[in-house]
């Protein structure tokens, strides 16, 4: 049985990946593709319960714990889910993966790059997304956005500096992934980011 593709949504809080979750899988289902949908940190039991304790706002966790936390979900996530599931030809369509641990834990928290590189090669060996989808948006665009519809967890109370840094990480680890990584303007109508969406896809896992 062909393996499936392993398709990832990324940007910073409010960027929009919400939105276009809501419709990708059925897209993939649409041509042919079985899609099992899921999300980091989470997916798993375990995640789910690290999840929740790595965006209550009451915690105040030091950056090493805060990534290593994040890798023991993905560990966890890669072997209950997303590797059986590819294994069985099924499409994994995820919201955020390891390009938002470069995001996050090193752009944001301020964790050296190599040690979240360390953490990468070390929890998933060479396996990556087949196609990375980055929502790009200014800091200040995402965090209106992401006030205007809920409370601020952990991260999303985060200052403007935060989340300057975590966009630029973000462009940096697009640089670097640059074939598998496609940025999108996140900050245009919604029909023109979907039409983009949809011809990226098809383009690239068709």
């Not at 966790?61 to 599931?85: N, Q, S, W």
């Not at 641990?101 to 752009?107: C, E, I």
């Not at 209106?144 to 300057?164: I, K, L, M, P, Y």
Request: glycine share 8%; aromatic share 8%.
């Amino acid at each position: 049985m062909p393996r499936g593709k392993f398709i990832t949504l990324e940007g910073i809080d409010g960027a929009g990946k919400s939105t276009h979750l809501s419709w990708i899988p059925a897209f993939l289902e649409a041509r042919g593709a079985r899609v099992r949908l899921t999300r980091e940190p989470g997916g798993t039991s375990l995640g789910e319960a690290l999840r929740s304790l790595l965006l209550d706002k009451t915690q105040h966790l030091h950056a090493d714990t805060e990534a290593l936390l994040m890798f023991a979900a993905r560990r966890e996530h890669l072997d209950k889910v997303i590797l059986p599931a590819l294994n069985a030809g099924e499409w994994v369509v995820c919201d955020r993966f390891t390009d938002a641990s470069f995001a996050y834990q090193s752009g944001g928290s301020g964790l050296a790059w190599e040690r979240v590189a360390a953490l990468e090669s070390w929890v998933q060996g060479a396996l990556q997304p087949d196609l990375t989808l980055y929502f790009d948006v200014p800091a200040a665009v995402g965090k209106a956005r992401t006030q205007a519809v809920r409370e601020s967890d952990r991260f999303e109370q985060e200052g403007h500096a935060f989340f300057e840094n975590v966009r630029a990480a973000y462009l940096r680890r697009a640089r670097e992934s640059a074939g598998r990584m496609i940025v999108i303007d996140g900050s245009l109508k919604l029909d023109s980011v979907k039409n983009s969406v949809e011809t990226i896809i098809l383009n690239s896992c068709f």
